[in-house]
T-cell receptor
Framework: SQQGEEDPQALSIQEGENATMNCSYK?????LQWYRQNSGRGLVHLIL???NEREKHSGRLRVTLDTSKKSSSLLITASRAADTASYFC???????????WGAGTKLIIKP | EAQVTQNPRYLITVTGKKLTVTCSQN?????MSWYRQDPGLGLRQIYY???????DKGDVPEGYKVSRKEKRNFPLILESPSPNQTSLYFC????????????????FGPGTRLLVL
């Protein structure tokens, strides 16, 4: 099974600052995805990075992937109050269809 | 609009009374999955399905059943609910499914809040 573990568990920053969240996993992957969850709602896909990619951008999001360290990071630049949410990573090895998600990083943007 | 729908969104029931939470997707996805989310524990996978008539246990399958008779629907059945099944439940779907491709974007339903008294 694949498991993503996010770090830190919680992060509180001022609006306008950058937020960085990290994800570690244990086995080889085909891709790794990041999701956002607003309180009590369904998860929303943010970005997918494949195992042969090292960095990917989408708007204010920047994701890096280091397969040698089995880690990924999500950077949100120029944070906004609307970015307040929990963020989850989902490493996907493909060969095992059981997914185990971490507890996520709870991001709070203070106005 | 591409979406995953769940019903009901909120449900209060009593111990032992069978219930079904429906999940439907309109994206022709092969892969569907059920998760429960509890405070501090993140998402835990209950069951998943790779295609019609193909289902398998996830991390926490005890007390749950599923079926996949049609590609678009993946109901979650609690034959005899207990208070420890009080949780927030999410259905998700994605495509493709393959050893080399892995899953693409997973689309999540809005969630079903279940309270078992």
């Amino acid at each position: 099974s694949q498991q993503g573990e996010e770090d830190p568990q919680a992060l509180s920053i001022q609006e306008g600052e950058n937020a960085t969240m990290n994800c570690s996993y244990k086995t080889s992957i085909n891709n790794l995805q990041w999701y956002r969850q607003n309180s009590g709602r369904g998860l929303v896909h943010l970005i997918l990075i494949r195992s042969n990619e090292r960095e990917k951008h989408s708007g204010r999001l920047r994701v890096t992937l280091d397969t040698s360290k089995k880690s990924s990071s999500l950077l949100i630049t120029a944070s906004r109050a609307a970015d307040t949410a929990s963020y989850f990573c989902a490493p996907d090895g493909g060969s095992n269809y059981q997914l185990i998600w971490g507890a996520g990083t709870k991001l709070i943007i203070k106005p | 609009e591409a979406q995953v729908t769940q019903n009901p969104r909120y449900l209060i029931t009593v111990t032992g009374k069978k219930l079904t939470v429906t999940c439907s997707q309109n994206m022709n996805h092969e892969y569907m999955s059920w998760y429960r989310q509890d405070p501090g524990l993140g998402l835990r996978q209950i069951y998943y399905s790779m295609n019609v008539e193909v289902t398998d246990k996830g991390d926490v399958p005890e007390g749950y059943k599923v079926s996949r008779k049609e590609k678009r629907n993946f109901p979650l059945i609690l034959e005899s609910p207990s208070p420890n099944q009080t949780s927030l439940y999410f259905c998700a779907s994605s495509s493709p499914v393959g050893k080399r491709e892995g899953r693409e974007t997973q689309y999540f339903g809005p969630g079903t809040r279940l309270l078992v008294l």
